[in-house]
């Protein structure tokens, strides 16, 4: 019982800390107005609960009813001295169903005009929606592999810098996200209990997900694909299941059809087509582009070793012939969102990569848990945990303050890589102290990155990030 009570104290202590760090100068940072879609979606939510009709902000040709209005939310003009915004209506852009979060809770908190719709307000639910992300993160952890995975993949979603920024916007994306989650969780205890309720919850999820954004239909995909994993074949079996599904998920995903019809139905696939035939702006690149630049807005870039290392490890995962389930799924759910992410892309904006970032961070921990648990692969396991550990700190150190430390860096890393290659040479088991110096570099890396956000300030922001 005091095992378990210690567990979970760990467990909570690390979603309140995520909490507390997203919720740290969420209104400032980012720069309130660096992405308008943030305010937008907002107003299309109080909008319909005040009027009826969705307003909105939008680029998208195509619509009949359009104006061009200032309005000085947060000080915008004075801040980014921009243009009069171009105002919608009916806006049909995405599926109404953040905006109504979120204009909601601004209708709630006593918002009646735009202009009421200040970041410290509507970015609120999103604080929460974002830390329910770190709890489903570690829940699909600890179900699927232990305890310390769950520890080690919660302190680094709950602590990396960017990630943290990024869990402060209002971007659909970061509702997608524990729908994802959600829907990983309970496709993984319906391959283990073989309970249809799994799949109904999971089906119920996948077509809310839709309701933030079509792209919500990574759930669909992911579900398909995991349906093949798991049944090896195309079988009845497998038909089954999925036609379930997709009679419980598609009529919930049906309702936006439904929704923006009711308007008028030459404006919604207007719009509709017009999403559809956007410029392809992440181009042919696009690939080598997520991987090198991690961005939170189109311009503003917060590079992260996590994710990059991340990305070694899903490529790793390619080499391997045998997956367990857990591994499996992880490697289908960042396949199925590449798969959205290249036929839905339109411009390099940074919120498009959000659902990719919880995914890989997966990745990386069931590479963790994996080598440190069979004592495989010690060798690869220390030089990523350094190398993260070394990324983290040159980003808070400088060259030359780092001087004083180069000597113990020069001959204690040298010396270990030694040491493990002559263990590999000579085939005798690694010494589980290694165990502990990785884990130790692990955690030290999550320390480097609470002392780097606390630096994020409005100064530095204007200063440092680029």
């Not at 030359?400 to 040479?425: H, N």
Request: hydrophobic fraction near 50%.
């Amino acid at each position: 019982m005091i095992k378990k009570s210690f567990k979970f104290l760990i467990f909570i202590s690390i979603i309140v800390l995520a909490f507390f760090l997203r919720k740290k100068n969420y209104a400032q940072i980012p720069i309130p107005g660096q992405s308008v879609d943030e305010y937008s979606y907002s107003w299309v939510g109080l909008s319909l609960i005040k009027t009826g009709m969705p307003i909105g902000v939008s680029g998208i040709p195509g619509y009949q009813n359009q104006f061009s209005k200032y309005i000085n939310v947060d000080r915008l003009y004075q801040t980014l001295s921009s243009d009069p915004l171009s105002i919608n209506y009916p806006w049909m852009d995405h599926p109404p169903l953040l905006g109504l979060i979120t204009g909601g809770y601004a209708a709630i908190s006593g918002a009646n005009v735009f202009e009421d719709t200040t970041s410290l307000l509507i970015r609120r639910p999103i604080i929460i929606i974002s830390t329910i992300s770190v709890a489903l993160l570690m829940i699909f952890c600890w179900l699927n592999f232990r305890f310390l995975t769950a520890v080690i993949s919660g302190s680094i979603y709950a602590t990396t810098p960017l990630i943290v920024l990024s869990s402060r916007m209002i971007q659909a994306e970061n509702a997608i996200i524990p729908c994802l989650l959600l829907v990983m969780i309970f496709s993984s205890l319906y391959f283990r209990q073989k309970k249809d309720i799994w799949l109904i919850f999971a089906a119920i999820i996948s077509g809310i997900a839709t309701l933030f954004k079509l792209t919500g239909v990574v759930c669909h995909l992911y579900i398909f694909f995991s349906l093949i994993f798991y049944y090896q074949k195309f079988n009845s079996k497998l038909f089954k299941d999925f036609l379930f599904f997709l009679g419980i998920s598609l009529p919930i995903t049906s309702l936006f059809f439904f929704y923006g019809i009711s308007y008028g139905s030459k404006n919604f696939f207007n719009i509709l087509f017009s999403n559809a035939n956007r410029f392809y702006g992440i181009g042919p690149n696009a690939i080598i582009d997520l991987i090198r630049n991690q961005r939170l807005t189109q311009h503003k870039f917060l590079p992260e070793i996590w994710l990059i290392i991340g990305w070694i490890t899903f490529f790793l995962s390619f080499s391997k012939t045998k997956k367990t389930l857990p591994q499996s799924l992880i490697f289908i759910s960042l396949i199925s969102y590449l798969i959205v992410y290249l036929f839905f892309g339109s411009q390099p904006y940074g919120w498009y990569t959000f659902p990719f970032w919880p995914l890989l961070i997966l990745s990386l921990t069931a590479f963790f848990d994996e080598n440190l648990t069979n004592q495989k692969n010690l060798l690869l396991t220390f030089i990523i945990a350094i190398t993260i550990f070394g990324a983290n700190l040159a980003r808070i150190m400088g060259i030359f303050e780092f001087q004083k430390y180069s000597t113990l860096w020069r001959f204690l890393i040298p010396a270990t890589i030694f040491f493990l290659i002559v263990k590999y040479l000579i085939k005798k088991p690694t010494s589980r102290i290694l165990n502990f110096i990785i884990l130790a570099l692990i955690f030290g890396s999550v320390y480097f990155n609470l002392y780097y956000l606390n630096q994020i300030t409005l100064d530095f922001w204007w200063q440092n990030i680029s």
